[in-house]
């Protein structure tokens, strides 16, 4: 356990050497991420969370393993939900993790020359090292996918909300205009994001324009009808206009009925067939 101590010292003691030796050997010419980059500000945090690594892992040989990781744990969430991360490449980070336990293999041979240590000792340390840096690396890579994925998802969110703008035209009247092609996914984000933008903005007339989508099918047209009844449910009345006619084909191919639907053929002919909105 003393030999354990001392290497923990060493190890405490050398973490800015190994840091300032990692960041000397980087791969500075990655397209793209953290280790790319010329910002001070980014490279000096890099340096710090690179040394914060070392302080926190160099505990691995003292500690029992349970606590190790729980306190370790703080380190890896920090790194893996930062942003600079997240838009580095995951291979170009577990690169720099297999860098950084080369340096730790090294550095146990430095104690060894510097502190006798039998063979069974030395092993035993690089044994741990390989088993914790491959912990380490899958605990890394299951909270990168995370926040990854969650970013991802946000980013969709913004995306189906911008494409899905409801314009106010006057005091309570909006546009809902359409574009592109709709799945089930965009058209439930459709029914959500519409009603609530149009209870936000007190919206009593919407003019929902489908002109700029080519094709549409049941599931779609389904989400269509939910979101005209969700809008009568909180007082919105809504006109369809702009009705391609392979979307009309397609519509009687699949029997569906817009009889109880307010249509216009064109945006202008709905808006023209609403006589409140030239005089409200």
């Not at 690179?50 to 160099?58: P, R, T």
């Not at 939900?81 to 980070?93: F, G, N, Q, V, W």
């Not at 491959?134 to 998802?153: A, C, G, M």
């Not at 005209?228 to 519509?251: D, F, K, M, N, Q």
């Amino acid at each position: 356990m003393q030999r354990n101590k001392q290497l923990y010292q060493f190890f405490i003691k050398n973490a800015s050497r190994l840091t300032d030796e990692w960041y000397k050997n980087l791969d500075k010419s990655d397209s793209q991420g953290v280790y790319s980059s010329t910002d001070p500000e980014i490279i000096r945090t890099l340096k710090q969370q690179n040394n914060e690594f070392h302080h926190y892992l160099a505990k691995v040989f003292i500690e029992e393993k349970s606590s190790f990781f729980q306190e370790f744990q703080k380190w890896i969430l920090k790194i893996a939900s930062d942003e600079e991360h997240l838009s580095t490449p995951i291979h170009y980070i577990i690169r720099e993790f297999i860098r950084t336990r080369e340096q730790y293999f090294e550095l146990v041979q430095e104690f060894v020359k510097e502190n006798s240590s039998n063979e069974n000792r030395i092993n035993k340390w690089n044994r741990l090292i390989v088993e914790i840096f491959d912990i380490i690396i899958l605990k890394y890579t299951e909270e990168y996918h995370y926040y990854s994925r969650r970013q991802l998802i946000a980013q969709q969110e913004m995306i189906n909300e911008l494409s899905s703008p409801v314009i106010l035209l006057s005091k309570n009247r909006a546009l809902l205009p359409l574009v592109g092609d709709i799945d089930t996914a965009r058209a439930a984000s459709i029914l959500e994001n519409t009603i609530k933008q149009c209870a936000e903005k007190k919206v009593s007339q919407l003019f929902i324009d489908l002109s700029g989508v080519v094709i549409i099918d049941t599931m779609v047209a389904h989400q269509i009808f939910q979101l005209i009844h969700g809008l009568s449910l909180i007082g919105v009345h809504a006109t369809l206009s702009g009705i391609r006619p392979e979307i009309a084909t397609t519509a009687i191919q699949l029997g569906l009925s817009f009889d109880k639907v307010a249509i216009a053929s064109t945006l202008s002919k709905a808006i023209a067939q609403d006589k409140e909105f030239f005089n409200g």
